[in-house]
Structures are given as structure tokens and as C-alpha cells.
């Protein structure tokens, strides 16, 4: 099972300290990247053993080598406040034996931090399941989880055993968003509207809270306005407005056809995209 910990100075008024990383207690197992050496003794004596025939401590074997890292099939993490949210993360690599353990720590802001390990599934491949959280344990207050603050890019750090009991530490392997959820909503209005009328759409784009556990208007953020006709299925952009200070929405246009209206919503660092659904408006000579 994944672990999380995070300063206690990150969930205001919890009443709880929040357990440090772990990442401390492990780290006398961690090697820096590059040779192993341990069989050291014994490479030099092959070494001498075979120097008649021309062989060298090079033909030793070789040491485990980790050449990446898949985090949610390379999608951003998005999560609310009310359900957990379960995502893989596979590191890849090689070694003449073969890879059979993995240990991986996953690093955010403000001391985000969650660790789980597994058994590699291939000799190549080895891949964690991450459990993430931004909402209490039920019937409880429990702090442990995300707050807003960690929202944003986490790294990968991943320990990678071999079957011939070599091992190899790789900070930095991989890097992810894990970001808030957000909602759109729109309402056009009049419906229905004379052609060449002018229509107004009104809108609201909110986001998670991982402090208090509600969705919150989201401020100053570009969206963009698209009309979709009827009988299409692409939506073009038509304006783009900034959200209000309490993330409200509101723009004027020109009613030319019949169509859906939407925001779209990118998204940003710490912010999952969302898109409204299309609101039918029925125009008429």
C-alpha cells in the first residue's frame, strides 16, 4: 500500500502531526547510480585467473540499469475531495539477471511525499500502485492526505533490485502532475433566440480544495467559449474570458445557427482541465 506524509505546517488547524517520510529509514540500502561494488574481491580474481586468455574484470556482469519511468500511463494525476485515486507507475530497466524488486518514492511540493513498493513483473519492468487522497478517512479527521500546497510536478525516485542481488538508486526517473480537479458548468440564454439575436452565456469554473474538502471558484483564469453546430461534431473557439474573482463566466455573442455552447477549460500547473457540457440552442428565422 502507498504512504503519504506531509509537514504538519501544510494542513492548517488538523490537530494531528503528520508522520515524516520514510524515505530516511531506507536510505542505507540505496547506492548512488554507477558500479556496485561489492564484488569487487571477486572480479579481480577472475581477473587473474583468466589474464592468459585475455579476458578482463570488464567481462563481469553487469550492474542493474534504470532507463525510465511510466506514471499513469503518462496522464496528469487529477483528484478530488471525495474518492481515492489509483495509479500505476512502472519503471523500466535491464540487467543479465533480471529485475526483481522495485521501490518507489514519489516527491512533491511542500514535502509531498508517498512511497510503495513491488515485485518486478517482467525482467524489464517492474510497476507500483499508487492509492492518493484528499479528503479524511471516513469517520475520521485523519490529516493524512494531500493539501493544496502539494499541488504541482512530483519526481520519481526508484530503487531497483536484480535477481543476482545487485541494486541501483535513480533519483529523478520520472516527473508527473498531480493536480486539483476542476468543474464547468454553462447556461445560455434566451433559448430559443431569433437569428442574428444576441445570446448570453454565463458560466462557472471551480476547483478542489484539498484543505477544506469543497470545490471553490477558480479566479483569473483564461476559458475559452466554443460553439459546436448542429449535425457537427467540433467545437471551435469563439472568445476566450477571464473567470471573475469568484470564477464566474459571462460573455455575449451573436446567435447565427443552431449549435452547442461550451467553456474549455486547459487547465494549469496545478489544475486539471474540464470542459463544460454543450448547452442546445435552438435558433429561428
Known sequence: MSRFAAPPSDRQGAGRDIAPPIAAARA???KPVGRVTRRGVVVGAVAVLLAGVGASADAAPSDPVVSGATINSGHDVIVGITHN????????????SGLSFADVDLKGPHGGFYTTDAFCETARACTTVFTVNAHPAPGSDDPVDL????????SVDALVDANDG????????????LKRAARLTVNTSPEPVAKGARITVTGKLVRANWDTYRYAG?????????????????????ATVATSNTGTLRTTVKAVKDGYWRWNFTGTNTTGPAKATGDYVDVRP
Do not use: E
Request: net charge positive.
Open 28 to 30: 542505507l540500502r540505496r
Open 147 to 154: 493539501a493544496n500546497a502539494n499541488a504541482g510536478t512530483w
Open 166 to 177: 545487485d541494486s541501483v538508486f535513480v533519483p529523478g526517473v520520472g516527473s508527473f502532475g
Open 218 to 238: 477558480y479566479a483569473g483564469q483564461a476559458v475559452k467559449l466554443q460553439f459546436r453546430p448542429k449535425g457537427s461534431s467540433t467545437y471551435t473557439t469563439v
Open 85 to 96: 485515486v489509483v495509479f500505476p507507475v512502472t519503471v523500466t530497466g535491464s540487467d543479465d
